[in-house]
Nanobody, 123 residues
Framework: QVQLVESGGGLVQAGGSLRLSCAAS????????MGWFRQAPGKEREFVAA????????RYADSVKGRFTISRDNAKNTVYLQMNSLKPEDTAVYYC????????????????WGQGTPVTVSS
């Protein structure tokens, strides 16, 4: 059983940056593709970014391309989401997920999910 714990969320002004972290435990981290989703108030959860277990393949939602970067450190069992040029529409709770299959991560069908960390971008 894999446990995922997100951190790094908070309040930031538009144009600012935040780095989210997701620490994994209870499994073989390097075996899992990892991803980030977000859910804004009153909206459905949506895909943000994903990275393969090697780190060699990444996927991004069009809305964050060029602004967000996903990366992983297998030695620290942690995946990161660097968010730059933040916009008010990026306000949401951000969730980390993990699965052995990258497609499942991207599709939101991953086996494991964290509890989320809130991000608020003020205008």
């Amino acid at each position: 059983q894999v446990q995922l714990v997100e951190s790094g969320g908070g309040l930031v002004q538009a144009g600012g940056s935040l780095r989210l972290s997701c620490a994994a435990s209870g499994g073989t981290f390097r075996s899992y593709a990892m991803g980030w989703f977000r859910q804004a108030p009153g909206k459905e959860r949506e895909f943000v970014a994903a990275v393969s277990w090697t780190g060699g393949t990444t996927r991004y939602a069009d809305s964050v391309k060029g602004r967000f970067t996903i990366s992983r450190d297998n030695a620290k069992n942690t995946v990161y989401l660097q968010m730059n040029s933040l916009k008010p529409e990026d306000t949401a709770v951000y969730y980390c997920n993990a699965d052995s299959n990258l497609r499942a991560v991207v599709a939101g069908q991953a086996d494991y999910w964290g509890q989320g960390t809130p991000v608020t971008v003020s205008s």
